[in-house]
């Protein structure tokens, strides 16, 4: 199994919304991320978490919560977000967080802030 | 500052063409080079991880070279079908006390018409 899976797929919320966005993979690996993706713009890296245990923080907002129940599971819960917070959130994982492993990124969920 | 920089930004082709996609680097220090495919909508997907010793990696109808030397990479994708039709991304990963920190390029989008 070399799959990142992330659910749900699309979400619709609005700004006093709260909402949890989610990610599973089963391959073992230790490192986990969550991306923001705007339209026609590469990826931009928000947490890292390191064996369960949040490492970066990319200076994103307090309405952006991460959490990492267990090695297998990543959340995002969402909370009073704006329209501009509207994009593809890509989850992606690697065996370490060192620099020569792969990292295999989940489908996405396709957020929408109304 | 690190930076990864792709061209052309966009290109149209016919189906059954060649074509070649290209990636100035300045990260520094260097660890990896990796092409991804992301159709839009979607996670990105690997297609070949170079380090730095290595010259040429082919995946199927997909060949990236490295020059480590003048911190240029190519993709070069052989006989496209139109399910080539994504978004091509030059991610570069630098060996940082912080781990997996990978920079990414804007992105070549590829469209290959019948």
């Known amino acids: 199994d070399t799959e990142v899976t992330q659910t749900p797929k699309h979400l619709v919320m609005g700004m006093t919304n709260k909402k949890s966005l989610k990610c599973e993979q089963h391959?073992?690996?230790?490192?986990m991320y969550w991306y923001k993706q705007k339209a026609k713009k590469p990826p931009e890296l928000m947490f890292v978490?390191?064996?369960?245990?949040?490492?970066i923080n990319e200076s994103v907002p307090s309405r952006f919560s991460p959490e990492c129940p267990n090695s297998s599971l990543l959340n995002l819960h969402l909370h009073a977000l704006q329209p501009e917070d509207s994009a593809l959130y890509l989850c992606?994982?690697?065996?370490?967080?060192?620099?020569?492993?792969?990292?295999?990124f989940g489908q996405g969920t396709r957020l929408t802030v109304v | 500052k690190n930076q990864v920089e792709q061209s052309p930004q966009s290109l149209i082709i016919l189906e059954g063409k060649n074509c070649t996609l290209q990636c100035n680097y300045t990260v520094s220090p260097f660890s990896n080079l990796r092409w991804y495919k992301q159709d839009t909508g979607r996670g990105p997907v690997s297609l070949t991880i170079?380090?730095?010793?290595?010259n040429t990696k082919s995946n199927g109808r997909y060949t990236a070279t490295l020059d480590a030397d003048t911190k240029q990479s190519s993709l070069h994708i052989t006989a496209s079908q139109l399910s080539d039709s994504a978004s091509y991304i030059c991610v570069v990963n630098g060996e940082l006390a912080r781990g997996n920190m990978l920079t990414f390029g804007g992105g070549t989008r590829l469209m290959v018409k019948p």
């Open positions: 992606a994982s690697s065996q370490g967080q060192g620099g020569h492993t792969e990292a295999f």
């Open positions: 978490y390191s064996y369960e245990k949040l490492s």
């Open positions: 170079m380090t730095f010793s290595e």
């Open positions: 391959m073992g690996h230790r490192a």
